[in-house]
């Protein structure tokens, strides 16, 4: 899943990259940030599909949004920002709101479907520590088809040392074969990509930042429609909690950018 979603992400990108850079378009200055960048970024979007392998998609997508939690803790530890107290209170507000989400575990809520959704979180806050770093030195778009040529490579790779898994039964879902579910999968991520560069052209990020909540009614969406998942009420309070912190965290993030303009 993971090659053929970097594989079928480039041809979008190099096309819009070449249009928009011209012949600089895969020109790096900071690799070694890179290089960070794309290793997490790996990481996250493996544990984000092995998360949703063991638990209901809905509850994967509120875990993921803890990201912006994590990146508040590792800008402190990597980037060396200046965090306030009412930031510090919002991150151990945003893991009250995980404890509603995952407390009192039961026997339907996988233990280790839910450490991989952490673990994603974590990994793709560490992708975005760099990436910040990245946009000081570097275009997104370059950056971009570095990290998924470096991720259709790297998966290649793991795809040929793992054991075959191919023969392995799949329920067939809406008459589509496997190879196409993966293709389609591939096309979907390049347009993601490819909109997500174009909207920064247009907006800034603090305008668009709040648009990533959409994803938890999505994903709510995708759960019940496709895979009959049940919706409780603990899982609502927990996610308006964890979106709740999460836009705290991003206004606290535009009044310190404000004031530092000033």
């Not at 809406?174 to 579910?181: V, Y």
Request: aromatic share 12%; glycine share 8%; with cysteine.
């Amino acid at each position: 899943i993971v090659f053929y979603r970097y594989l079928l992400c480039l041809p979008l990108l190099i096309l819009y990259g070449r249009w928009s850079l011209g012949a600089q378009f895969l020109r790096i200055n900071n690799i070694f940030v890179l290089v960070l960048r794309s290793i997490f970024g790996f990481m996250g979007l493996s544990f984000w599909f092995l998360a949703i392998m063991h638990i209901d998609i809905s509850l994967a997508t509120a875990l993921a949004n803890t990201m912006p939690i994590f990146i508040t803790i590792l800008s402190i530890l990597i980037g060396k920002e200046n965090v306030g107290t009412r930031r510090i209170i919002a991150v151990l507000c945003g893991f009250v709101g995980v404890m509603v989400l995952l407390l009192p575990m039961n026997a339907e809520v996988s233990m280790i479907g839910t450490l991989y959704a952490l673990s994603g979180a974590f990994f793709a806050g560490l992708m975005f520590v760099y990436i910040r770093m990245l946009g000081k030195s570097d275009a997104t778009i370059s950056t971009a088809i570095w990290y998924n040529s470096g991720g259709a490579v790297f998966s290649a790779l793991l795809w040929a040392v793992l054991p075959d898994q191919s023969r392995t039964e799949i329920p067939i879902e809406m008459g589509l074969s496997p190879l196409a579910i993966l293709v389609f999968i591939g096309v979907l991520a390049s347009f993601q990509q490819f909109f997500l560069a174009q909207s920064h052209r247009y907006a800034e990020a603090s305008a668009l930042a709040p648009l990533h909540y959409i994803a938890i009614p999505m994903g709510v969406m995708v759960g019940v429609v496709l895979f009959g998942e049940v919706i409780t009420g603990k899982f609502i309070v927990g996610s308006l909690i964890i979106v709740g912190v999460n836009y705290y965290i991003f206004l606290r993030e535009r009044a310190a950018v404000r004031n530092n303009s000033v």
